[in-house]
């Protein structure tokens, strides 16, 4: 087992972060699952792969290459060597191949340039440095502008996909790192692909273009891919208010970091009642403080010794 403790040193207090998008986000939800997962870097030792996260890391390569100029066949077959084996009723390799398929002809006659894919982007502000990558950089012809493009696989379309786009602190980010790179960008393109948490045993001809696929038991159903996109602007108030909350959530970071104490999510839907799926629950549950617990052996693993 390995054995962590953080090495405390009142002398150099932390006064500046370096933080992922992804990470910064985990802070916002809850500031003990940010710790664990990216203080102390421990992973669960079972979370070798989930259905819905490995389907989209398949299908955001997939589009990427799509960016890059490649073709379906050739970025299906990306598709499958990322997703070689279904893994659930709703995330089979044939309905990525069937989304991909539909999407081509989906959005045959776009008229979208894609600039950059996969752009690495950093945002300095004062005490933090944000960095992480937009999906793709875009031009818009017929607004005759600039913009963010961001994959979002979605079991749903309808309201709830709608309210996520603002406010979204990590869509604020998004163009505010896109600002900083190309200078006055102000939107980001929401590219909803719906994954249906479950196919259509008897689909209506009315409903739109489907696809024949096996289902994982081997029967055969239909899915029916949907896409749409959604933009998403921020004003300059809204740019500015979305600073001021990162650099209070810096600074929380910051004691929390120097205080070697990090606070719960009480409450919060991922660890309590029916919405109980943190992967870190065993460890939220040990009466200690967090930076003295050594996580049991078998559950979790640290990915790498921290000794500063
Ligand atoms: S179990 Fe709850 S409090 Fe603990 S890390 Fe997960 S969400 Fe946070």
């Known amino acids: 087992m390995l ?15 370096k933080i992922s998008n992804s990470a910064l986000e985990t802070a916002m939800t809850c500031p003990r699952k940010y710790y664990w997962k990216y203080e102390r870097k421990i992973v669960p030792t079972d979370s070798g792969g989930s259905a819905p996260l490995d389907f989209g890391i398949a299908l955001h390569r997939a589009l990427e290459l799509r960016g890059m100029g490649h073709s379906l066949k050739e970025c299906q077959a990306a598709f499958v060597e990322l997703f070689p084996r279904s893994l659930g009723p709703s995330h089979t390799v044939q309905s990525g191949l069937a989304i991909l398929d539909a999407y081509w002809a989906h959005y045959a006659s776009d008229t979208m340039e894609v600039l950059h894919n996969e752009y690495p982007f950093e945002v300095c502000l004062g005490p933090v440095t944000i960095f ?8 818009l012809p017929i607004l005759d502008k600039l913009a963010i ?20 602190s ?61 933009p998403t602007t921020r004003s300059p108030k809204d740019k500015e208010s979305w600073k001021q909350n990162i650099l209070s959530w810096t600074y929380n970071i910051l004691k929390w970091q120097n205080d070697e104490f990090w606070p719960r999510a009480d409450r ?11 992967p870190y629950r065993e460890l939220c549950i040990i009466p200690d403080q967090p930076c003295n617990i050594e996580p049991p052996a078998g559950l979790f693993k640290e990915k790498e010794r921290r000794d500063d």
């Not at 992480?132 to 031009?139: F, I, M």
């Not at 790192?177 to 259509?200: H, M, S």
């Open 3 to 17: 054995y962590y403790k953080m090495k405390k040193n009142p002398n150099t207090p932390h006064t500046c972060l």
């Open 132 to 139: 992480g990558r937009l999906d793709k950089v875009v031009y």
């Open 149 to 168: 493009l961001d994959h979002k696989s979605t079991t749903k379309f309808g309201r709830s996909f709608l309210d996520m786009h603002n406010p979204n």
């Open 170 to 230: 990590q869509f604020s980010t998004y163009i505010f790192g896109g600002d900083c790179e190309f200078g006055d960008i102000d939107t980001l393109l929401v590219d909803g692909i719906l994954v249906p948490y479950q196919y259509k045993r008897e689909p209506k001809d009315k409903e739109g273009q489907r696809y024949q696929v096996e289902s994982i038991d081997g029967s055969p159903a239909w899915i029916i891919p949907a896409f749409e996109r959604v």
């Open 268 to 278: 919060s839907y991922l660890c309590s009642g029916k919405w109980a799926n943190c």
